[in-house]
Every structure is written in structure tokens, then in C-alpha cells.
């Protein structure tokens, strides 16, 4: 069974930046399309950027797109979000999540079949 575990998440100003990871375990990280996903208050869950298993493909979101950078060491079966010139939409918790490799690589949060916990992202103004 694969686990993901986020961290890196915290308390930023707003213009800030953080850099979220993500750990696979139980499994290789090279056997997944990995993606990136958030959720604030009364909201539904958002795509916010994807990898597919090699890291030759990537994609972010309309809201992120330009700010924020999706990468993967495979060595380390680590998933890197990079998050810069944060704002307060960006306050939400942002879930890993990894999709196994059918073909090239879906974007939506229906595509996943792991998902990890979570960690808190809160930029304040």
C-alpha cells in the first residue's frame, strides 16, 4: 500500500515562499504520476499542479500557474511543490496525491488513487 506524507507547510506572509514535500513509501515513486491538490474552507478540492512519473511533463493550474513549480527526485521518492509570491487565496491545506500509470498522465483529482493527510498552508496579508 503506497503512503504519502506531506510537509513543509506552515505560516508565510503574504509575497512569501514555502516548498511543500512529499514522501512515497510502500511503494516507487517512479511507478506514479504524482499531483499536487488544495482545499480551503467551504471549497471543493483543486488541482494545483501535476508530474507525470518521469518528471518529463508538467502542469499547473490557471490560479498558480508562473508561481508555482512542481518537481520530483525519484532517487528520493520525494514530489517538491515550490510556492512562491504567495497570497492569501492560497491559504488552504494541500494534499499529495499519486496516480498509477495507465498511459499519459490525468489532471483530474478523480485520476488518484493515494492521497496523504495533508498539510496546513496559511499566508497571511
Known amino acids: 500500500q503506497v503512503q504519502l506524507v506531506e510537509s513543509g507547510g506552515g505560516l508565510v506572509q503574504a509575497g512569501g515562499s514555502l516548498r511543500l514535500s512529499c514522501g512515497v513509501s510502500?511503494?516507487?515513486?517512479?511507478?506514479?504520476?504524482m499531483g499536487w491538490f488544495r482545499q480551503a474552507p467551504g471549497r471543493e478540492r483543486e488541482f494545483v499542479a501535476g508530474?507525470?512519473?518521469?518528471?518529463?511533463?508538467?502542469y499547473s493550474g490557471n490560479s498558480v500557474a508562473g508561481r508555482f513549480t512542481i518537481s520530483r527526485d525519484n532517487a528520493k521518492n520525494t514530489v517538491y511543490l515550490q510556492m512562491n509570491s504567495l497570497t492569501s487565496e492560497d491559504t488552504a491545506v494541500y494534499y499529495c496525491?499519486?496516480?498509477?500509470?495507465?498511459?499519459?498522465?490525468?489532471?483530474?483529482?478523480?485520476?488518484?488513487?493515494?492521497w496523504g493527510q495533508g498539510t496546513q498552508v496559511t499566508v497571511s496579508s
Open positions: 496525491a499519486a496516480q498509477m500509470v495507465r498511459g499519459p498522465p490525468k489532471w483530474s483529482r478523480y485520476e488518484y488513487h493515494y
Open positions: 510502500g511503494g516507487t515513486s517512479s511507478s506514479y504520476h
Open positions: 508530474i507525470s512519473s518521469s518528471g518529463a511533463s508538467t
